[in-house]
């Protein structure tokens, strides 16, 4: 109903890769520069770093978030609890997180972009990623979910709150389905080489959201980094296409923030949307004059085929 009424049919998002400790007010500078229209970040700020988060809740531009495994390093695992820096009785760090960000933050969530006519959906928050449902006790006591059949409810519920038939989801680990080399935007590169780690509850939303017939232009998520654990001599691959119109991104390029011998650039991943269909995505290394230093194109649209399809 309300997806063909949106205001602005060319939209620009910034996608940001695990930041890892790595982002300063210069970031939010270089959004502004590069003409965004959204941000999306895909976790994993940092150790429950808890400033980080709240620079990122700061920042005066349309945005949504979610968590990674990182956001709850202190407080998932039992030996993540052994050295954790703060006193667990009297603070949590995680709950701040949540706090700061409020409806910002879309795991297990989502939210409405009226101005772009669309909705961005959030899979499950905190994923470590694969197969195995891990930190039973951090998900049955934070989000009440205790298995990957009720997450993927939990997702849908989301969904179905949305208030456009256009859907972009946004997670931390990818969904199951893309591939299961090592290179595969979600694939395990660790020995045993080889396997999806992909996460089977997004998966299973994403194939749930197109039964009932919504469009989904963009699928994005890090997690995954782009160098690879086992060899030098390639890298992940970041960008995946289906038939039917979907494009899957992984922004995880880490570190995104690298020195030079001038200054240091940063990276965003920038998706152009046209029509509720992306045109083209691409990685951007910015230095610090805001300039874009460098741009590697991952997808490109034909004009053409964007006229068929809009």
């Given amino acids: 109903m ?63 978030v979610t968590f990674g495994n990182h956001d709850a390093w202190f407080t998932a695992t039992d030996w993540g609890r052994k050295t954790c820096p703060y006193n667990r009785r009297s603070e949590d760090w995680v709950q701040s997180q949540l706090d700061i960000l409020g409806e910002t933050h879309v795991g297990y969530g989502k939210l409405d972009f009226p101005q772009f006519g669309f909705t961005v959906v959030g899979s499950r928050p905190f994923s470590w990623g694969g197969s195995e449902w891990k930190y039973a006790d951090f ?57 999806d780690f992909g996460d089977p509850d997004f998966a299973d939303a994403i194939a749930q959201t197109r039964k009932m017939g919504k469009t989904i232009p963009l699928v994005t998520f890090g997690h995954m980094h782009h160098r690879l654990r086992h060899t030098q001599t390639q890298l992940r691959k970041s960008l995946h296409t289906t038939n039917d119109g979907t494009v899957y991104l992984n922004a995880a390029r880490v570190p995104r923030i690298v020195p030079t011998e001038t200054g240091q650039l940063r990276n965003f991943s920038l998706v152009e949307l046209e029509g509720n269909t992306v045109t083209r995505a691409s990685l951007v290394w910015v230095d610090q004059n805001f300039a874009v230093a460098s741009e590697e194109v991952l997808y490109q649209q034909h004009p053409e085929s964007v006229a068929t399809l809009a």
């Fill in 2 to 64: 309300f997806g063909h009424n949106y205001q602005k049919s060319q939209i620009k998002i910034a996608v940001v890769g695990d930041v890892h400790e790595q982002w300063e007010p210069a970031d939010g500078e270089a959004l502004t520069r590069l003409g965004v229209d959204l941000a999306l970040f895909v976790g994993d700020f940092g150790n429950e770093s808890v400033p980080i988060v709240r620079a990122i809740a700061a920042l005066d531009i349309p945005k949504a």
């Fill in 139 to 195: 998900y049955s006591d934070r989000c009440d979910v205790s298995s990957f059949v009720e997450s993927t409810d939990r997702i849908m519920a989301a969904v179905k709150r949305a208030s456009f038939d256009t859907i972009i989801f946004l997670g931390h680990n990818g969904p199951k389905g893309l591939g299961d080399r090592p290179e595969d935007p979600c694939g395990k590169d660790w020995k045993p080489l080889g396997g």
